[in-house]
């Protein structure tokens, strides 16, 4: 299983599927997550602590416990955790495990 950490916190596959991933990311208080899109995946996230800000397409708002954020494919998207926040995501499509990056792009300009 993948895991990848840094300053912003870690990101660590729980189960990595055929066609889809669950994976646990935690997020200290600053940090920005995302900025990116992914053309041929689904996403969908849960929130388990904390409380980020959201950015999805031209919509901002704010996500903390128990919230639900789904994540079309070709849709911009972006988290800033304005305190220390962990959620779990699950990815169906291209963008999963090892695979992360076919199907991750960065965006021209950040939407956070």
Known sequence: ???FEDERGKIEDLIVGKDFSVTHITFTKGAVRGNHLHKETVQLD???KGK????KGNNTG???KEDVI????NTPHAYEALEDSE??????GKRIGEDYSKDTY?????LI
Request: with cysteine.
């Open 70 to 73: 789904g994540i079309e494919a």
């Open 46 to 48: 849960t929130i388990l």
């Open 62 to 64: 704010t996500a903390e």
């Open 106 to 110: 960065a965006l021209q300009k950040n």
């Open 87 to 92: 959620m779990i995501s699950i990815c169906f």
């Open 1 to 3: 299983m993948k895991t």
């Open 52 to 55: 980020l800000k959201c950015v």
